[in-house]
């Protein structure tokens, strides 16, 4: 029952294209008529009718509004609003459903800037309803089950951890929407800055925050960080992201991720603490183990053997039950993944080309990528370095940006108390 105890929990999707649509499968399944968890209360998208799932949509009678505060201002409600549009519309769009009496599962990244992040904190605390965002390694039961045995000290003092995921993307991903490899929105000039590590890679650079946060439902929070960004397309952002964080509590933070190599490198990690080594996606494959000091294994699985849309049944359940237990993954835990991308882009504030020279252009679908950028990534993950500290010879072109101090960091760009910017509430579809 919904938290007003009048049937399934009413939910109001917002963006059904991209992602958004395998989101509404998802629901929908959830919406059978045999035992219905939850009903489909409205559709807000401006282009809704290109959605491949229009033909189920247009025969269900909901309401289909192009903008968010339409659909609010003509009476309709709902208990949650699943907020899928591209990233420059999370925030404004989350919170004009916390107004609107609805609490919200937003899709990751939380938003751009971490200035974003804290109004939605804000916006959050003043509706009295609640927000999570949907990395789905947060809600699975093999990250949760690790980070409780992290958090009961079975493995020491953390040391350093890291991640690394190659994703190859062709030229369509980047013509797909007026959005992809964009740093603002050319309309309205929000902060977009798509790129590897706030948008397909995000979930691997939170899940090392998450992991080492000091309660289930927070994250540690970035101290400092120093960037390496490069890209092969021509894009106003990244395609390939390199840094280096410090957490305020001491321990080093290592990520890399491209879209611009030649071979699939599939995503993995690796933890160290005082008394054990925890790796997924290396010699256990993408099950996470923790071999301490003698070589005794602990197995947790795999971080996929969730289902990745668990976390919708875990919102749903949350408006029926109305607990007050803390939301495992909200805002609160996935602002230092934005903390650290803003830190990224100001240590890098230009983003280096890869030398014409190096890029290859090649395939069906056609595609660039940089040759043995792949095996130098993979290097530098093993080695725990950037690829400027690689040596002579190996990676002439890198640079990284200066270290930049993220403590007191309150907005993007630069760190300061910069203008206020205005909630936006018009919507684009992924």
């Known amino acids: 029952m919904s938290d007003t105890g009048a049937g399934p929990v009413s939910v109001l999707m917002v963006a059904i294209g991209g992602y958004g649509s395998y989101y509404l499968d998802a629901l929908l399944a959830l919406a059978s008529p045999q035992q219905p968890r939850c009903r489909l209360a409205g559709v807000v998208d401006p282009m809704a009718a290109e959605s491949r799932l229009w033909p189920v949509v247009s025969g269900l009678n909901v309401p289909v509004?192009?903008?968010?505060?339409?659909?609010?201002?003509?009476?309709?409600?709902?208990?949650?609003?699943?907020?899928?549009?591209?990233?420059?519309?999370?925030?404004?769009?989350?919170?004009?459903?916390?107004?609107?009496?609805?609490?919200?599962?937003?899709?990751?990244?939380?938003?751009?800037?971490?200035?974003?992040?804290?109004?939605?904190?804000?916006?959050?605390?003043?509706?009295?309803?609640?927000?999570?965002?949907?990395?789905?390694?947060?809600?699975?039961?093999?990250?949760?089950?690790?980070?409780?045995?992290?958090?009961?000290?079975?493995?020491g003092r953390p040391a350093r951890c890291s991640a690394l995921c190659c994703w190859p993307r062709d030229l369509g991903y980047y013509g797909r929407n007026d959005w992809a490899g964009r740093l603002r929105d050319e309309t309205k000039g929000r902060w977009i800055l798509d790129g590897?590590?706030?948008?397909?890679?995000?979930?691997?650079?939170?899940?090392?925050?998450?992991?080492?946060?000091?309660?289930?439902?927070?994250?540690?929070?970035?101290?400092?960080?120093?960037?390496?960004?490069?890209?092969?397309?021509?894009?106003?952002?990244?395609?390939?992201?390199?840094?280096?964080?410090?957490?305020?509590?001491?321990?080093?933070?290592?990520?890399?991720?491209?879209?611009?190599?030649?071979h699939t490198l599939a995503p993995r990690f690796r933890l160290e603490f005082e008394d054990a080594v925890i790796t997924c996606g290396e010699e256990e494959g993408d099950e996470v183990v923790a071999i301490d000091r003698n070589g005794r294994r602990r197995r947790y699985g795999s971080p996929d053997d969730t289902p990745?849309?668990?976390?919708l049944g875990v919102a749903i359940d949350r408006v029926s039950t109305g607990g007050d237990e803390s939301i495992v993954c909200g805002p609160e835990a996935a602002m230092s993944q934005t903390l650290c991308v803003n830190g990224m882009h100001d240590s890098m504030s230009d983003v280096a080309g890869f030398p014409s020279s190096l890029v290859r252009r090649e395939g069906a679908p056609e595609r660039l990528f940089v040759p043995g950028l792949d095996e130098l990534l993979l290097r530098c993950y093993e080695k725990r370095i950037l690829p400027s500290e690689a040596g002579?010879?190996?990676?002439?072109?890198?640079?990284?940006?200066?270290?930049?101090?993220?403590?007191?960091?309150?907005?993007?760009?630069?760190?300061?108390?910069?203008?206020?910017?205005?909630?936006?509430?018009?919507?684009?579809?992924?």
């Open 392 to 430: 002579v010879g190996r990676a002439p072109w890198a640079v990284a940006g200066p270290t930049v101090d993220l403590a007191g960091y309150h907005y993007f760009p630069g760190g300061g108390r910069g203008p206020r910017q205005g909630n936006a509430v018009e919507v684009r579809r992924s």
């Open 308 to 311: 990745q849309f668990h976390k």
């Open 196 to 262: 590897p590590a706030n948008n397909a890679m995000a979930h691997y650079l939170h899940n090392l925050f998450f992991l080492l946060g000091p309660k289930m439902h927070l994250s540690a929070r970035p101290g400092s960080v120093r960037a390496e960004l490069y890209h092969a397309y021509p894009i106003e952002s990244c395609d390939t992201t390199i840094c280096r964080v410090m957490t305020e509590g001491g321990v080093e933070v290592l990520f890399y991720a491209s879209h611009a190599t030649e």
């Open 65 to 155: 509004r192009s903008s968010i505060e339409e659909f609010y201002a003509e009476g309709y409600r709902a208990d949650l609003a699943i907020v899928s549009s591209p990233i420059h519309w999370h925030v404004p769009q989350s919170i004009i459903a916390l107004s609107s009496g609805s609490s919200v599962l937003c899709d990751k990244p939380l938003g751009a800037t971490i200035q974003e992040a804290e109004d939605l904190i804000r916006a959050r605390r003043r509706s009295g309803r609640w927000v999570m965002i949907g990395y789905q390694w947060s809600f699975s039961s093999a990250i949760l089950a690790l980070k409780r045995d992290v958090l009961a000290g079975l493995f």
